[in-house]
Nanobody, 129 residues
């Protein structure tokens, strides 16, 4: 199994940018697909973006064109960079992972909360207007 820990959250003004990081430890020799989710009061936990072990990415509609998910597999690090941030991006952001199972399963599961078994503790992002 793996352990996940997020870094880099903070407060930014609307229109600004921020990069957050997820550090992966444990059984890093196995392949995983990974994702970012966010949760704000009254909205539940929703997907932001996901990336497969081969680099394939997927984004939720509200962040397309504004956010980029990337990974440095050699360093066991996952990133999310977003620009043109909006107040509605305010949330606690969570890193998640599960065992890679091919392109079909990634497409089916990567934007579903139930598609992940491993979760970090989250990092708070606040966007002020």
């Amino acid at each position: 199994q793996v352990q996940l820990e997020e870094f880099g959250g903070g407060s930014v003004q609307a229109g600004g940018s921020l990069k957050i990081t997820c550090v992966v430890s444990g059984d890093t020799d196995r392949d995983y697909y990974m994702g970012w989710f966010r949760q704000s009061p009254g909205k539940g936990r929703e997907a932001v973006a996901a990336i497969d072990s081969d680099g394939t990415t997927v984004y939720t509609e509200s962040v397309k064109g504004r956010c980029t998910i990337s990974q440095d597999i050699s360093k066991n690090i996952l990133y999310l960079f977003c620009h043109s941030l909006k107040p509605e991006d305010t949330a606690r952001y969570y890193c998640a992972a599960d065992h890679a199972a091919g392109a079909l399963e990634f497409a089916r599961l990567s934007l579903l909360e139930s598609g992940y078994n491993y979760w970090g503790q989250g990092t708070q992002v606040t966007v002020s207007s």
